[in-house]
């Protein structure tokens, strides 16, 4: 029953827990950009005891995909006869002199798609093209790109190839809780992501720093729950990573998707917007399907990548800047105009910050 995820009496009592249970001081990261816009939609951020406070995290794929990467698909794009799928926020995000939209403007093929197996369609569609997709996201989005890979190679597909930028959030995660910029108390897990990857890959951040995390769904009153048992394990002094989304996550995930990401990918140094390059954070395209990998496909000339002047998206995405402090913020980066990637997409934190605050 959807309305029981927004049941006010619910709602009620989980605020009243947060109340009761937040000690003087907490800051919370949401880590995932699909909480950042319903805690934003919700007004959750202004339920928030005093000396308590949420902070966005790295949690947006299209925000934390770094320039060079945007820079090598807006390449691609401009390789012969190539049509270039992708999905929507992509088409905008600025890279260092151009953007995909921008391109399509200019005549190259740029489309947008909803599900990589669309590109799929698109190669079969077109044999005589070359069809690139651009695979950005995280473990949601990466086992249907390796499904696509997979299905391309069974149906001897030449055409098909893609871009992979995707990334894993634990490995960011550990970064980011080493960083002694950054003071984050308790942490609120993805319930979508740790439907694929389970509960074990987050222990390490209970046990080698000391943060509770609790995976949790995107209703309002996931959220709330979510954040009242941060509270409860902050009061009672405990670091334990718990599962508030047991409808959608098992402890060990999704082993079915995550045997086809491992069959196409293997791990590597992924290199993240504000973060910098992380060992161990993105996939590549194993040996074995090279003939699906774009970049080794194509080997575009890739301009030298310039950040965007100004943009602050990367401390941001560190969680050390609420998106209204950059002094760009409404003055000259909006939805309409944006800067930077975190303003382009509908996850991104300065976008939800412009909607909703
Ligand atoms: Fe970048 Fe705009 Fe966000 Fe500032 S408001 S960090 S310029 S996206």
Known sequence: ??????????????????QTLAPEHATLMEVCGTHTVAIARNGIRDLMPEGCKLASGPGCPVCVTANRDIDAVIAL????NVILTTFGDMTRVPGSS????????????VRIVYSPLDALSIAQANPDRPVVFVGVGFETTTPL???????????????????????????????????SELKVDA?????????????????????????PGVITGFEPLDVLQGIAMLMR???????????AYARGVMAEGNPVALAAIDDVFETCTATWRGLGPIEGSGYRIREQYAQFDALRRFEPEIEETREPRGCRCGDVLRGIMAPNE??????????ENPVGPCMVSSEGSCAAYYRYY
């Not at 029953?1 to 947060?18: E, H, M, T, W, Y």
């Not at 391109?103 to 093929?109: I, T």
């Not at 389970?198 to 943060?211: H, Q, S, V």
């Open 1 to 18: 029953d959807q309305n029981s995820f927004k049941d006010p009496v619910l709602a009620r009592g989980l605020i009243k827990s947060i």
């Open 77 to 80: 794009a401009r390789v012969e």
């Open 98 to 109: 151009s953007s995909l939209l921008k391109e399509q403007a200019a005549g190259r093929d």
């Open 145 to 179: 790109v390796a499904v696509a890979i997979k299905r391309a190679a069974a149906l001897g597909l030449k055409n098909f190839s893609v871009y992979a930028a995707h990334k894993n959030m634990p490995g960011a995660l550990d970064v980011l809780m080493g960083d």
């Open 187 to 211: 942490l609120i897990l993805p319930g979508h992501v740790s439907t694929i990857i389970g509960i074990e890959p987050y222990r390490f951040l209970a046990e080698k720093y000391g943060i």
């Open 233 to 243: 394990q902050l009061h009672e002094g405990r670091a334990e990573i718990e599962n």
């Open 326 to 335: 950059c002094p760009l913020f409404r003055t000259v980066c909006s939805p």
